[in-house]
């Protein structure tokens, strides 16, 4: 696993999108595994510009998406998807059809059943990745086992308490998600996580410990051939971590 220490976000996003840049170049109908929550938003914004700017050209590239919260229809402004189109997607010139978030609303066993059948038929030529302050990567939550393909998530108290800040209240944080299971993330070519926010613990096992804990699923991320982890010089810091 390759560790990044950049100066600050800004440096962490700019290397995060030379990463992408580099795969859309070289592979123009690549396709991109998306991940939501702040962490990726300055890379986003990055790819954006250099969509305007730098004519990098996202026409033939296809995505598809981590997670989706169950409940909430594509309009809701705190869906994924809503998300997507709304950081990314609106500002650079991919082809919507080609570009896949679970669905949130609906029957659960039927969107599962389209989403494993998304999966099982895509190669991701990277997987964008945050991590949460559990350590659980898409919506993977710790626990005693973790699962291989696309399922249905509770999402732990923890993980209610980080993402109520982007809802009116706690209550209206969805309590089910559906999310790519650790198989599809460890079965895309590359791994980059972009890790911004209060994740020390998370860091601390990732980086500082030799354990593969299912109690927090981003230590996987060691056992990938090509996983890159960018993290702040503050946190690297704050954790001890020193390259
Ligand atoms: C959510 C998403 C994760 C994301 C995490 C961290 O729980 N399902 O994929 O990594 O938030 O979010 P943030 O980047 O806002 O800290």
């Known amino acids: 696993?390759?560790?990044?220490?950049?100066?600050?976000?800004?440096?962490?996003?700019?290397?995060?999108?030379?990463?992408?840049?580099?795969?859309?170049?070289?592979?123009?109908?690549?396709?991109?595994?998306?991940?939501?929550?702040?962490?990726p938003v300055g890379m986003y914004q990055e790819l954006s510009r250099r969509c305007h700017e730098e004519k990098l050209d996202f026409s033939r590239v296809h995505s598809v998406n981590l997670d989706e919260y169950v409940g909430l229809a594509p309009s809701h402004d705190q869906s994924y998807r809503y998300f997507m189109d709304d950081n990314l997607f609106d500002h650079i010139n991919i082809d919507k059809a080609n570009t896949y978030v679970a669905k949130g609303i609906g029957s659960v066993e039927a969107n599962l059943r389209e989403f494993n059948a998304v999966l099982n038929k895509t190669d991701i030529d990277v997987q964008v990745l945050g991590v949460g302050p559990d350590g659980h990567l898409g919506f993977n939550e710790p626990g005693e086992k973790l699962y291989d393909g696309a399922h249905q998530e509770v999402l732990d108290e923890s993980t209610i308490d980080a993402n109520q800040r982007f809802f009116a209240s706690r209550d209206e944080v969805p309590r089910f998600a559906v999310t790519m299971g650790m198989g599809n993330i460890m079965r895309a070519k590359k791994l980059l996580m972009i890790v911004a926010g209060s994740k020390q613990d998370a860091m601390r096992k990732l980086l500082l410990s030799d354990k593969i804990d299912p109690k927090c699923p981003c230590t996987f991320m060691r056992l990938h051939r090509d996983a890159v982890v960018i993290l702040e010089q503050a946190l690297a810091d704050e954790i001890g971590y020193k390259g």
């Open 1 to 39: 696993m390759k560790v990044i220490i950049a100066k600050d976000h800004a440096e962490a996003s700019r290397l995060g999108a030379d990463i992408i840049e580099k795969i859309v170049r070289e592979k123009p109908d690549c396709t991109l595994g998306l991940a939501t929550g702040s962490s």
